[in-house]
């Protein structure tokens, strides 16, 4: 079946720093691949999607390549801020048993960014 | 353009009792999903429905079942709850048919069964 695999957390980061977050998926046929993140006691927000290999999907200073040949969406960011500290959940969406939109996830990535 | 709504926010249950929670789906969404969320953890997919019957169901027990409605709105109902079942509840809607991917989340209810 469909998995996701995301690095280990926590991470803490100074502000400015560099940010990347490993996620390897595994899925059969070409799934979309999606990172949401999720801020203390709130739901689920998207943050970048891609829905085709070498797409490159970004939003508020991150991003992410969907990489076929590596299985893999490796969220960045050039400059953290002490406001993008949140959990990061990696998720990929298949088209297997007529589903269309159920989301698997990884487990998480806690990220802390100090000032 | 209305986003995704769940209501409560919040409850506390016995075990053994049945709880609903309820989800108002993003305006033009048809389709809704539910994930449960473990402390710690990334969700967990439940179901989906879509034109108001199941469409896809995660590993759940048939304890767990749910509903939408012709506004596309969706109830997830939890027969004899466990102590197990404490967790962050997560609605989802997404429009099948439109070429978009992305699912959008309401805030989730927090259940806690004691």
């Known amino acids: 079946g469909d998995s996701v695999t995301q690095m280990e957390g926590p991470v803490t980061l100074s502000e400015e720093a560099f940010l990347t977050i490993n996620c390897t998926y595994t899925?059969?046929?070409?799934?979309?691949l999606f990172w949401y993140v999720q801020y203390p006691g709130e739901g689920l927000q998207l943050l970048l999607k891609?829905?085709?290999?070498?797409d490159k999907g970004s939003n508020k200073g991150f991003e992410a390549t969907y990489r076929k040949e590596t299985t893999s969406f490796h969220l960045e960011k050039g400059s953290v801020q002490v406001s993008d500290s949140a959990v990061y959940f990696c998720?990929?969406?298949?088209?297997?048993?007529?589903?269309?939109?159920?989301?698997?996830f990884g487990k998480g990535t806690l990220l802390t960014v100090n000032p | 353009e209305t986003g995704v709504t769940q209501s409560p926010t919040h409850l506390i249950k016995t075990r053994g009792q049945q709880v609903t929670l309820r989800c108002s789906s993003q305006?033009?969404?048809?389709?809704v999903s539910w994930y449960q969320q473990a402390l710690g953890q990334g969700p967990q997919f439940i179901f989906q429905?879509?034109?108001?019957?199941?469409?896809g169901r995660g590993n759940f027990p048939p304890r767990f079942s749910g509903l939408q409605f012709p506004n596309y709105s969706s109830e997830l109902n939890v027969n004899a709850l466990e102590l197990d079942d404490s967790a962050l509840y997560l609605c989802?809607?997404?429009?099948?048919?439109?070429?978009?991917?992305?699912?959008?989340f309401g805030q989730g209810t927090r259940l806690t069964v004691v």
């Open positions: 305006s033009g969404h048809n389709t």
């Open positions: 891609a829905t085709k290999a070498d």
């Open positions: 998720a990929l969406s298949g088209n297997s048993g007529g589903s269309n939109y159920k989301l698997t």
């Open positions: 899925a059969t046929g070409y799934p979309s």
């Open positions: 989802a809607s997404s429009s099948q048919g439109s070429g978009r991917t992305e699912a959008f």
């Open positions: 429905y879509y034109r108001e019957e199941e469409n």
